[in-house]
């Protein structure tokens, strides 16, 4: 874990010179006892689809809290949507029971996550932009 340590360490670090210019970051990856040299670029991409993967995680379980679903409910749902690794835990909602009683809304929020996982973030997200429509 401590390469996501530095990994984490590096993003806020962005988030704090990102503001007032570029600022000059190292970070040491190693893959499998090989070290693995990233472009500025590339750690830039990985950062944004963590930063945005999160977001939708946690905007989406506060949905579903909003809704009255407990917790362990709304976080599990949320997760086995956005993953399609299949059931969720708990008592109300899982591997035996039904979805049939969360609201509609609910259930047209983790069709679209199970979308947004199967098709990957930047792919709904470059679909859903106005750019991508237009015929220039």
């Given at each position: 874990?401590?390469?996501?340590a530095q990994?984490?360490?590096?993003f806020i670090h962005k988030?704090?010179?990102?503001?007032?210019g570029?600022?000059?970051?190292f970070?040491h990856?190693?893959?499998q006892t090989k070290?693995?040299n990233?472009?500025?670029q590339?750690?830039?991409?990985?950062?944004?689809?963590?930063?945005t993967?999160?977001?939708?995680?946690?905007?989406s379980?506060f949905?579903?809290m909003?809704?009255?679903?407990?917790?362990?409910?709304?976080i599990?749902?949320v997760?086995?949507s956005?993953?399609?690794?299949?059931?969720s835990?708990g008592?109300?909602?899982?591997?035996t029971?039904?979805?049939?009683i969360?609201p509609?809304?609910?259930?047209?929020l983790?069709s679209?996550l199970?979308?947004?996982?199967?098709?990957?973030i930047?792919?709904?997200?470059?679909?859903?932009?106005?750019?991508?429509?237009n015929?220039s």
């Amino acid at each position: 874990c401590r390469t996501f340590a530095q990994l984490l360490k590096d993003f806020i670090h962005k988030i704090d010179k990102g503001c007032s210019g570029y600022a000059i970051t190292f970070l040491h990856l190693q893959y499998q006892t090989k070290s693995v040299n990233l472009t500025n670029q590339t750690r830039n991409t990985l950062l944004s689809f963590f930063a945005t993967y999160l977001l939708l995680v946690g905007l989406s379980t506060f949905v579903l809290m909003l809704a009255k679903v407990d917790s362990t409910n709304a976080i599990t749902i949320v997760l086995s949507s956005i993953g399609n690794v299949g059931p969720s835990f708990g008592l109300e909602i899982g591997p035996t029971m039904s979805w049939n009683i969360l609201p509609n809304f609910i259930k047209w929020l983790c069709s679209f996550l199970m979308l947004v996982g199967r098709l990957e973030i930047f792919s709904v997200l470059v679909i859903l932009t106005p750019s991508f429509w237009n015929k220039s």
